[in-house]
């Protein structure tokens, strides 16, 4: 807990630095640094959300208690995009063209960072996105700060296929009908095709794509 709570309260203070080289006029004018708060605090996403805007406002408060960064203080701008994805990016655009932030940290979907991502780029603004995410994204005004398909998902599947992790050969890959399942999955169904490929007088392959309406999941079978 410790370690993160250091890597957050790093984090904001070395996007404030960089933030003030990227808005010297606005922020360097203003008395204190403004860091925008974009998480859901309310909607279907609010039960994961609104830990990390209290993260985000913990991490302020113990950089100000030691005197804030550059000399002045942070001044959290919290929003509540309210679970909604257009209305990220309708926040975002407040929050860099109206409130003036400085750098931006929000989102956990990636169905809401892709909803930010065109209003950053053309706003140049700054977003640290927190939690882990599908991969096939790059921009310069982004941080991904969490670890994408080939620093978790592969390994895991590696370490499966392992004699240590129980050298599995049938794989079900589940998800919700959405961006981040999608594209894992499809990763995941080209690697393990890309191994079996390497055998593929010794395996026979089956893939089936499950889909079901009411419970909106699918899935991918594969069993050699």
Request: charged share 20%.
């Amino acid at each position: 807990m410790f370690n993160r709570r250091f890597h957050l309260k790093t984090l904001v203070a070395a996007a404030a630095v960089a933030s003030g080289s990227l808005y010297m006029t606005s922020v360097q004018a203003a008395d204190t640094i403004k860091v925008g708060v974009l998480h859901s605090l309310s909607g279907t996403m609010a039960i994961s959300e609104t830990v990390l805007k209290d993260t985000v406002l913990m991490a302020i408060e113990e950089i100000n208690a030691k005197g804030g960064v550059l000399g002045k203080k942070l001044e959290p701008v919290v929003v509540d995009p309210a679970s909604n994805w257009p209305l990220f990016a309708e926040k975002t655009k407040q929050l860099l063209g109206q409130d003036k932030v400085a750098v931006i940290f929000g989102c956990w979907t990636s169905v809401s960072r892709k909803s930010v991502l065109p209003v950053v780029e053309e706003m140049n603004g700054l977003l640290f996105y927190p939690v882990q995410y599908e991969g096939e994204e790059l921009s310069k005004n982004v941080f991904y700060t969490g670890a994408a398909p080939n620093q978790q998902a592969i390994p895991a599947v590696d370490y499966l296929m392992s004699k240590d992790g129980g050298a599995a050969k049938r794989w079900v890959l589940l998800g919700t009908d959405y961006v981040y399942p999608r594209t894992t999955n499809k990763i995941l169904r080209a690697y393990l095709h890309t191994l079996r490929s390497l055998r593929l007088s010794d395996h026979r392959g089956r893939y089936q794509e499950i889909f079901n309406r009411r419970q909106n999941r699918c899935g991918l079978h594969y069993q050699w």
